[in-house]
């Protein structure tokens, strides 16, 4: 169990260091308005320190690397026949967290050519985080599901009602967040990705910790 508790603790380190991240490379007061595109992160990075930006960039596969030791405890709190689900899921989630480190590293170029006035370099450089993005994006909903049913079929040591602490539950809450007001727009739901990881890591070491 204290292996378990210390796996979980990782990822959730490893969750709120790649919302600071989030966080150092994109966090405005200002307007924060989603078109679809990758363009209105590159306007504001445009104007926040060089340093901060390289930061928050530098944070995505340290923060991958730790999301990655936490998911090694899905398998160790699964019981019974259907265990493998927990283990299909550990594998899902690390493979899109890993995808998401590397994505999360690249959006520093959306800085480097807005602030050298290359703008004209847009469609380059976001092709290849759109890539790796979609690369994560089956692998992570199917993690979800493969967690969320392994938890509500009794498949762990965590009750049945733990499911709404997960993010195939709190992922939804990203809609309500889009409509918030700015800056919690841009905290909310510009971090709820990883925040969901932060929900769920946190609540499972309480789970873990406090039985």
């Not at 445009?46 to 944070?59: C, K, N, Q, S, Y």
Request: charged content about 10%; proline content about 6%; aromatic content about 12%.
């Amino acid at each position: 169990m204290p292996l378990v508790i210390t796996f979980i603790a990782l990822g959730l380190i490893g969750s709120a260091l790649m919302f600071a991240g989030d966080m150092l490379l994109y966090f405005t007061p200002g307007v924060y308005d989603m078109d679809g595109t990758l363009k209105p992160y590159m306007r504001i990075m445009r104007d926040i320190p060089t340093a901060r930006v390289r930061a928050g960039g530098a944070l995505g596969p340290v923060a991958a690397f730790l999301y990655v030791t936490g998911f090694l405890a899905l398998p160790l709190i699964a019981r019974g026949e259907l265990a493998w689900l927990l283990i299909a899921a550990a594998v899902l989630l690390s493979f899109a967290l890993i995808c998401g480190g590397a994505y999360h590293a690249q959006y520093v170029y959306l800085s480097i050519i807005a602030k050298a006035g290359h703008e004209d370099l847009y469609e380059e450089v976001s092709a290849n985080i759109l890539t790796v993005m979609r690369l994560a994006t089956i692998p992570l909903y199917a993690g979800f599901i493969f967690l969320g049913a392994g938890i509500v079929l009794g498949q762990t040591v965590l009750p049945a009602w733990f499911v709404v602490l997960t993010p195939v539950a709190t992922s939804f809450l990203g809609l309500v967040w889009m409509h918030a007001p700015q800056p919690a727009r841009c905290v909310l739901f510009g971090g709820w990705s990883n925040l969901v990881f932060t929900i769920m890591f946190a609540s499972m070491l309480v789970a873990m910790a406090c039985p």
